[in-house]
C-alpha cells in the first residue's frame, strides 16, 4: 500500500465520508473553504480572488463566506504577497497564496527559493513556515509560452520546499487540505487543463496526510509508466489502448516531486522491467531525468531496455491549436513508446 | 562628494525631550554595546573565528538604537545582512550571537545561519535578510499579521539605500500602503549601495521621494542622531499602532567600514570618509549628553570599558564552544516533522 493509498482508505475508516462526483475546480474549493472553516489562522491571498472568485473560480465563494480580511485581493506584486505569506507564518498564521499561472512563480522565485524554503533551516529549526503555495499551470489551453508552463521543473532544485501535484479531483482535495494543515512551505502544482475533470470526492474528509510518495493508479505488469498532471490522464488513456493489444502498462502518479520518492517507482520496474516516463516539461533538468536517473542506480539488473522519458520538445511552447497539441504529449505517443521497448 | 547632515533635527525633538535621564544613557549603552560588538568581531575576523564575511554597521548604530527605543517587546524587527545592530539593540544574548558568527552549536541558529541571518523569533527578529530588498515583502506581511491580530503591534523593517532599486521594495511599499498596515519602513541610507555610490545607481540622494510615490508619510533625518532617529519612530510607530499605515523613515548615515569584510572602501573620498567620521553618531551623542551634564567623560569611559569587558568575555566563552554536529538531523531543521 502506498502512503497516499494510506491517507485514502483511513479517510475512509474514521467515518466514512459520502462521496459525491465534482470538478478538480470545485474540489480545490471544497478544500479551502473547509480548512479554513477549521481554522482561523488560514487565510487566501492573490490576485482577484475575493468577490471575483479567482480568475479560474478556484476560489469561488470564499470571499462571501469569509470576508475580505481573510480572502484578500493582492496587488499584481507576486513577489510582494509571497513574500508577505513568509512574515505571516512566522508571526503565527498559516497563509495560502494563488499563483494565477504558474508562469508568474517566476515573479516571485526568489521569495520562494531563497527565502521561504531557507528561512527555517537558517534558523537553526527554531521558526516554522506553515505556506501553502498554489500555482495553476498546464498547456493545453492555447495560452501561449508565457501562460501555458507547469513550471514543475523550476523549483525542483530547491531544497527546503514540499512539491505535490494533483493529477485528479479525489487528490486536488486530499492533497491541498493535506498542504494547509502542513508545517512546512508547499508548493501545490496544479493543472488548468484539468479544471473541468469530474471525479468522486469525499465530501467533508478530516483525516488527511500529506503523501509521501508516488500512488499507483492502475496495475500491470508489462511496462510501467510514471506521469503527473495532465500526463497521467494520457498514461491511462494509453493504458487502456495497450490493454486492446494485450499489454498491461503500470501507471504511476509521481504526485510528490519533493521530496522525491522513487523507490516505489523502482519496485514496479522490478516487476515490469520497463520504464517509460511522461512530463510536460521540455527534456532539461525535469523530475523524470531523476526518476530515471534513481530507477538505473535501484533496479538496473531488472531493465530489460533503457528507460525512455516522454516530454516537450527542448523550445517553449507554441500557440496555434494545430502546433500545441502536436507537442503535448499524447496517449498514441506514450503507448508507442511503450511498444517500442517491449 | 556627500556632505553630512549640518544640523541635528533634535532641537525641535518632541517625543526624546521625554525620554529620562535613565532612558538616555539607555541609548549611549545600547549604541556603544553595537559598537564595541562589531569591533570585537573585526578583532574575531582577523584571529580566524568568524568565518566567510561579515557586514559590520559601525558609524550606523543610532538607527537601530533610536528606532528600537520607540518598539514594544512584541513588535516584529526585520533587517538585513548588516543586521547586528538591530539584533543586539532588541536584546539578542551576546555570547549567542558571536557563537553564531563563530559557527559553534550554541549559537542563535545552531551555526546554521552566520553572520548574515541572525534570527531570534522570541525577541520578534523574525529574520535576516541576505538578498537585497527581500525582507521587505515580509516585513509587510508581518504587519498585515499585526493588522490582522489586532493587538497594536508593529512590524519595522530595516533596509539600505541600495534595496530602494529593487521591485520588491516598490510592490511591498505599495501593499503596506493601500492596506494601511502598521509597518514602519527605516532605510539607512549609507550613500553607498555595495561598493557604488547612491548618484551613480539612483538619481537622486533623499530616498524620501520614492515613498511620496506611494502616498507614504515619511520622515527624513539624520542617522547619526540618536534622538532625532527616536523622534521620527516614535510618532510613527504611535500613528502605526492607531491604524494610521505606514511611515517610510530615512536615516542619513555612513558606513565607517567597507560593505563587507573583503571591501576597503577606496572607492570613497577621504575628505568625505573624514567628514563622516567627525559625525561619528556615538562622539556626538557622548558629547551631547556631556553638554548637558548628563554624562561625564569618565561615566562614558567606564561605560564603554563595562561593555568592551562584556563583549569580550561573551566572545571568549563563543570561541570555546563546540562545533555543531556534522550527523544532527538537518532534515529536522528544515521541515517540521
Request: glycine share 10%; charged share 20%.
Amino acid at each position: 500500500m502506498t502512503a497516499n493509498e494510506k491517507i485514502i482508505s483511513t479517510g475512509a475508516a474514521a467515518a466514512p465520508p459520502s462521496m459525491h462526483e465534482i470538478t478538480y475546480r470545485d474540489a480545490i474549493v471544497a478544500a479551502l473553504r473547509e480548512e479554513m472553516r477549521r481554522d482561523p489562522k488560514t487565510l487566501i491571498m492573490g490576485e482577484d480572488i475575493g468577490e471575483s472568485g479567482g480568475p479560474f473560480k478556484t476560489c469561488q465563494g470564499l470571499y462571501e463566506e469569509f470576508g475580505a480580511a481573510r480572502v484578500r485581493d493582492t496587488p499584481i506584486a507576486e513577489a510582494g504577497f509571497v513574500g508577505a505569506a513568509l512574515g505571516l507564518a512566522l508571526t503565527g498564521f498559516r497563509p495560502i497564496v494563488e499563483i494565477m499561472f504558474s508562469d508568474f512563480l517566476g515573479v516571485c522565485f526568489d521569495q520562494i527559493a531563497n527565502s521561504i524554503a531557507k528561512h527555517r533551516f537558517m534558523s537553526g529549526g527554531r521558526v516554522k513556515i506553515p505556506i501553502v503555495i498554489r500555482a495553476l499551470g498546464g498547456a493545453g489551453l492555447r495560452f501561449g509560452a508565457q501562460h501555458s508552463q507547469t513550471a514543475e521543473s523550476w523549483l525542483l532544485s530547491v531544497p527546503g520546499l514540499k512539491i505535490i501535484c494533483p493529477s485528479n479531483p479525489e487528490q486536488a482535495y486530499l492533497m491541498l487540505k493535506a498542504a494547509i494543515r502542513d508545517d512546512n512551505p508547499v508548493l501545490v502544482l496544479e493543472h488548468k487543463a484539468l479544471l473541468s475533470m469530474k471525479g468522486l470526492v469525499p465530501a467533508g474528509a478530516d483525516d488527511v496526510a500529506m503523501p509521501t510518495g508516488p500512488r499507483v493508479l492502475r496495475p500491470g505488469r508489462h511496462a510501467t509508466i510514471v506521469a503527473s498532471l495532465a500526463m497521467v490522464g494520457k498514461a491511462l488513456a494509453a493504458a487502456d489502448s495497450l490493454k486492446a493489444e494485450g499489454i498491461e502498462a503500470e501507471v504511476i502518479d509521481i504526485q510528490v516531486l519533493r521530496p522525491m520518492n522513487v523507490a516505489p517507482i523502482s519496485d514496479s520496474v522490478r516487476r515490469t522491467n520497463i520504464l517509460v516516463t511522461v512530463e510536460e516539461q521540455a527534456p532539461t533538468g525535469g523530475w523524470s531525468s531523476d526518476v530515471v536517473a534513481d530507477v538505473v542506480s535501484q533496479a538496473f539488473d531488472y531493465l530489460d531496455a533503457p528507460p525512455a522519458r516522454v516530454t516537450l520538445p527542448d523550445h517553449p511552447l507554441p500557440y496555434s491549436p494545430h502546433l500545441e497539441d502536436a507537442l503535448i504529449p499524447s496517449p498514441e505517443r506514450i503507448a508507442a513508446t511503450v511498444k517500442s521497448l517491449l | 562628494m556627500s556632505e553630512p547632515p549640518r544640523e541635528s533635527g533634535s532641537a525641535s525633538n518632541q517625543a526624546a525631550a521625554a525620554l529620562s535621564v535613565e532612558d538616555r544613557i539607555g541609548l549611549f549603552r545600547t549604541m556603544t554595546l553595537i559598537r564595541e560588538f562589531e569591533e570585537q568581531v573585526h578583532r574575531s575576523y582577523l584571529e580566524g573565528l568568524v568565518h566567510g564575511t561579515t557586514h559590520l554597521c559601525n558609524g550606523q548604530e543610532a538607527v537601530s538604537a533610536g528606532v528600537a527605543k520607540a518598539l514594544r517587546d512584541d513588535d516584529y524587527v526585520s533587517y538585513t545582512y548588516r543586521g547586528h545592530g538591530q539584533c543586539l539593540a532588541r536584546g539578542m544574548d551576546l555570547e549567542a550571537a558571536f557563537a553564531e558568527l563563530f559557527g559553534r552549536e550554541t549559537g542563535v541558529c545552531g551555526g546554521i545561519g552566520g553572520s548574515m541571518h541572525l534570527t531570534d523569533i522570541d525577541r520578534g527578529l523574525i529574520g535576516a535578510f541576505g538578498i537585497v530588498g527581500a525582507g521587505l515583502p515580509v516585513a509587510v506581511g508581518a504587519g498585515l499579521s499585526a493588522q490582522l491580530a489586532g493587538r497594536k503591534q508593529v512590524s519595522v523593517c530595516f533596509f539600505g539605500d541600495g534595496a530602494t532599486n529593487i521591485g520588491a521594495f516598490h510592490e511591498a511599499m505599495n501593499m503596506a500602503q493601500v492596506w494601511k498596515l502598521p509597518v514602519i519602513f527605516v532605510c539607512e541610507n549609507n550613500l553607498y549601495g555595495e561598493f557604488s555610490h547612491i548618484l551613480h545607481t539612483t538619481p537622486y540622494e533623499n530616498l524620501v521621494v520614492r515613498a511620496a510615490g506611494y502616498s507614504m508619510q515619511t520622515e527624513l533625518v539624520d542617522g547619526n542622531d540618536v534622538l532625532a532617529v527616536y523622534d521620527a519612530a516614535a510618532p510613527a510607530v504611535s500613528r502605526a499602532r492607531d491604524g494610521e499605515g505606514p511611515t517610510f523613515i530615512e536615516c542619513k548615515t555612513y558606513r565607517h567600514r567597507g560593505h563587507s569584510r573583503t571591501d576597503p572602501a577606496k572607492y570613497r573620498d577621504p575628505a568625505e570618509v573624514e567628514a563622516w567620521l567627525k559625525r561619528d553618531p556615538i562622539s556626538l551623542y557622548r558629547a551631547e549628553l556631556g553638554a548637558a551634564g548628563l554624562l561625564s567623560d569618565a561615566e562614558a569611559e567606564g561605560i564603554a570599558a563595562e561593555l568592551r569587558l562584556l563583549v569580550k568575555s561573551a566572545a571568549d566563552r563563543a570561541a570555546a564552544a563546540p562545533w555543531p554536529s556534522p550527523t544532527q538531523d538537518f532534515m529536522a531543521r528544515t521541515f517540521v516533522q
